[in-house]
């Protein structure tokens, strides 16, 4: 149980174009989703932190109009990279916590996306 | 906000011998102490987890231990094997998850 999907798994893009990455909990309702980045050889670094039908949470530093989060069911949140740039590239991870679970307070994380733009 | 500090950075040692990876952590509010292993270009993995009301938790050849009073928590992964090569981050959590900045371990034959 327990799982997290995100789609697409890579992508490639041409500068100034939007890129959707979808992030869904195949088995249980995920309350809150987190979008994660990842830079080669670094640490996760939350981007946003996202409640079902509510506006999206975003951390100090991480543009809102430029990461478009929507989670707009219990199952999916997407994140929108609007007019990406080439320092945008990176591995872009999803997590969820829900309700049901044995463990609550524990996030699952989905496999992860790799945007690369060109 | 939260502050995870992460050491060492890098750990290489030999199988069967232990390994030990340390965090500390500045909000005395996080109650959640997960570690995960990330293999390159995959999701992190939760390996072991401890919550504040514990000092000690253990799961076969890996455990964690907790000091809330002094802020700081460790993974020990005894009898390595080189498939405990991955890369290792340490969260804390109080509602939204704080990473480390990882400790890349290598196992060597």
């Known amino acids: 149980g327990a799982v997290v999907s995100q789609h697409p798994s890579r992508v490639i893009c041409k500068s100034g174009t939007s890129v959707k990455i979808e992030c869904r909990s195949l088995?249980?309702?995920?309350?809150?989703m987190f979008w994660y980045r990842q830079f080669p050889k670094q640490s996760l670094m939350l981007m946003a932190t996202?409640?079902?039908?509510?506006?999206?949470?975003?951390e100090q530093g991480v543009e809102k109009d430029k990461f478009l989060i929507n989670h707009a069911s219990l199952t999916l949140s997407t994140l929108t990279v609007t007019s990406a740039h080439p320092e945008d590239s990176s591995f872009y991870i999803c997590s969820a916590r829900g309700t049901g679970l044995a463990a609550p307070y524990e996030q699952y994380f989905g496999p992860g996306t790799r945007l690369t733009v060109t | 906000g939260e502050n995870v500090e992460q050491h060492p950075s890098t750990l290489s040692v030999q199988e069967g011998d232990s390994a030990v990876i340390k965090c500390t952590y500045s909000d005395s509010a996080s109650n959640y102490f997960p570690w995960y292993k990330q293999e390159l270009g995959k999701r992190p993995q939760l390996i072991i987890d401890i919550r504040s009301n514990v000092g000690e938790k253990k799961d076969q050849r890996i455990a964690v231990t907790l000091n809330k009073t002094a802020k700081h928590f460790s993974l020990h992964i005894t009898e390595t094997q080189p498939e405990d090569s991955a890369v290792y981050f340490c969260?804390?959590?109080?509602?939204?998850?704080?990473f480390g900045q990882g400790t890349i371990l290598t196992v060597h034959p």
């Open positions: 969260g804390t959590s109080y509602g939204k998850l704080t």
């Open positions: 088995d249980f309702q995920a309350t809150t």
């Open positions: 996202s409640n079902e039908g509510s506006k999206a949470t975003y």
